[in-house]
């Protein structure tokens, strides 16, 4: 079937054909099949002879489509899976050169650190050399001075060997008793305990550079400065899991989806920065701005112009002398007008 607007043409041919390596071209007013067979045989005419039928003719073009959408089905799993696996090899490249680079300044490090020694030891020498005969003398001095100390014989003896025992108090909530709520303080350690516990084994062959979410957050943007997005959102997801409650993290990542156009994925983590970024202080207010901001992108991308111009002014109230801030805010409120 070929589907050329507003022509549409369709054969039922006598066999199956190969359709990854077929094709149709269509030029100067005429259509050019080329179709391989999927086995090798003379057909002795070119359609089935059973197409008159209409129930036959609906019944190949389901499969067809069945056929057309578990090929479609294939090639995007075969996708995803290659997509994972480069995603994985590149983020394996860089801590491989990030390690090589390590190494390469712990052996210049080490060199001069030979270097210095070597230097300070021929210096020691040749003090030793001028000075030996002042060494002679203050050895004699040394030993007349140690033939008048008192013998081992002489020295009180040791003192007898004891024992501390060391004991710690149960943890307990500052709680007074009036305010006490013991079985939410308790569900909280559990909570806290199986979530460790689930870090520890989900991260059980990572490297110990690797468990650190700092670590992972500086990696991620540098991944970020080189254009690697998919590894930057990679990184700051394992870091997310290690230490949830960081805003940077979901602000950071927020961008790179906003980069790879994963518009709705963008105001998620925007809107949960934004949600840990309280309360709203002047310490933080940077760090709001672009929150408000990349989601107000993202709405603008959706054509959302209304919750856009929430978030753009939100951003305005934070940096009101930002002037392309200012530009890009009326651009949206005359979008929202033209709506309305």
């Known amino acids: 079937m070929v589907n050329y607007p507003p022509f549409l043409y369709e054969l039922f041919l006598k066999a199956p054909v190969d359709s990854g390596n077929s094709s149709a071209q269509i030029g100067d007013g005429r259509v050019t099949f080329r179709l391989e067979k999927k086995e090798y045989a003379i057909w002795g005419e070119l359609s089935d002879p059973e197409a008159a039928k209409e129930e036959f003719r609906q019944q190949q073009r389901n499969a067809a489509l069945e056929e057309n959408q578990q090929q479609t089905e294939e090639v995007a799993k075969q996708k995803c899976v290659e997509k994972r696996k480069r995603e994985k090899f590149s983020l394996q490249q860089e801590m491989m050169l990030d390690e090589l680079e390590r190494k390469r300044i712990e052996e210049l490090k080490e060199n001069e650190r030979l270097q210095v020694t070597k230097t300070v030891e021929l210096m020691e020498s040749e003090v030793q050399n001028s000075s030996s005969s002042s060494v002679i003398q203050k050895s004699n001095k040394s030993k007349s001075k140690n033939q008048n100390k008192p013998t081992s014989s002489e020295l009180p003896p040791p003192r007898n060997a004891g024992h501390i025992k060391v004991t710690f108090t149960q943890r307990e909530f500052p709680s007074a008793a009036r305010e006490s709520k013991h079985a939410e303080e308790q569900e909280w350690l559990q909570k806290q305990a199986t979530a460790r516990q689930s870090i520890e084994i989900e991260c059980a062959d990572l490297s110990p550079e690797e468990r650190n979410p700092q670590w992972l957050k500086e990696k991620g943007d540098t991944f970020y ?77 959706l054509e959302l112009y209304i919750e856009a111009l929430q978030d753009y002014e939100a951003a305005q109230r934070i940096s009101p002398t930002n002037e392309e801030l200012r530009l890009d805010t009326e651009k949206i409120r005359h979008l929202v007008q033209g709506l309305i």
């Not at 409650?245 to 925007?270: G, M, T």
């Not at 949960?272 to 991308?301: I, S």
Request: glycine share 4%; net charge positive; with cysteine.
């Open 225 to 301: 400065s080189n254009g690697d997005f998919h590894g930057a959102i990679n990184a700051y997801t394992l870091a997310v899991k290690m230490c949830p409650n960081l805003p940077s993290l979901y602000s950071n990542r927020a961008a790179c989806h906003l980069q790879l156009r994963n518009l709705h994925k963008a105001i998620e983590d925007s809107s949960k920065a934004l949600d840990l970024l309280t309360p709203p202080v002047e310490d933080n207010a940077l760090a709001r701005l672009h929150c408000h901001v990349r989601r107000g992108t993202a709405f603008c991308n």
